[in-house]
């Protein structure tokens, strides 16, 4: 599964398990942050692994949403002592599903609440 394959090349650094499930002009955003798909391989070839440094696979799958041909699955990724939420936008093409959009960030309550009235500015009902 992919979401399998990810958690898998995350924990272990594994650039070349990432690099398969990944399309390659893949993007991957933070706020503040645009990297490609290998600005990002590279970074987490120069890191520790999170295995190297003993930390435990904790990595959940919280939502998965499929209409067709994509998805957007949200999951949780304990990694290098904190804990994000990414947001993965996947497409099924030519047989196979690939990862091209990654949405990321850190989860600290802090961040979460310094944007007053954000649900609202995004969508009004």
């Not at 798909?37 to 890191?47: G, K, S």
């Not at 998965?64 to 939420?85: H, K, N, W, Y």
């Not at 989860?107 to 007053?116: A, F, M, Y």
Request: a positive charge; hydrophobic letters at 35%; proline letters at 6%.
């Amino acid at each position: 599964m992919l979401l399998e394959q990810y958690f898998e090349g995350l924990h272990h650094g594994n650039v070349e398990k990432l690099t398969a499930i990944f399309h390659p002009r893949c993007q991957l955003q933070a706020p503040g942050i645009r990297r490609s798909r290998d600005e990002w391989l590279t970074l987490v070839a120069m890191r520790e692994s999170p295995a190297k440094r003993g930390d435990p696979f904790n990595y959940r799958i919280l939502s998965i949403d499929i209409q067709g041909e994509q998805a957007m699955a949200q999951v949780d990724c304990p990694l290098l002592g904190s804990r994000f939420t990414d947001y993965l936008g996947l497409l099924y093409e030519s047989g196979e599903w690939k990862i091209v959009n990654k949405m990321y960030a850190d989860r600290i309550p802090s961040q979460q609440s310094r944007i007053k009235g954000a649900p609202h500015a995004i969508c009004k009902h």
